[in-house]
């Protein structure tokens, strides 16, 4: 099992920046891909990106592309996701999630951490 728990949110203006942290814990080798995933109010969850645990490489959905960036801190078992250029549309809970054992399917998530970007 995996256990993941999110922090950084808060609450920033538009145009400025955040940085939220995903630190793993437990069975942290079996990871294949960790993923950031957002849900505004009174909408579905949507997939951010994700970072390759072992090789490092990453992939961003088109909304955030060029304004967050997913790097991994080796030495912590830590995922950040640096997010600048906030926009209102950005406002949401922000999840971490790993799928495991080059499954697809994310499985272990964390609780969540709040982002308000006001304009």
């Known amino acids: 099992q995996v256990h993941l728990v999110e922090s950084g949110g808060g609450l920033v203006q538009a145009g400025g920046s955040l940085r939220l942290s995903c630190a793993a814990s437990?069975?942290?080798?079996?990871?294949?891909?960790l993923g950031w995933f957002r849900q505004a109010p009174g909408k579905e969850r949507e997939f951010v990106g994700h970072?390759?645990?072992?090789?490092?490489?990453?992939y961003y959905a088109d909304s955030v592309k060029g304004r967050f960036t997913i790097s991994r801190d080796n030495a912590e078992n830590t995922v950040n996701l640096q997010m600048n250029s906030l926009k209102p549309e950005d406002t949401a809970v922000y999840y971490c999630?790993?799928?495991?054992?080059?499954?697809?399917?994310?499985?272990?998530w964390g609780q969540g951490t709040q982002v308000t970007v006001s304009s």
């Open positions: 999630a790993t799928t495991v054992d080059g499954s697809a399917k994310y499985v272990y």
């Open positions: 437990g069975r942290t080798f079996g990871i294949y891909h």
């Open positions: 970072i390759r645990w072992s090789v490092g490489s990453t």
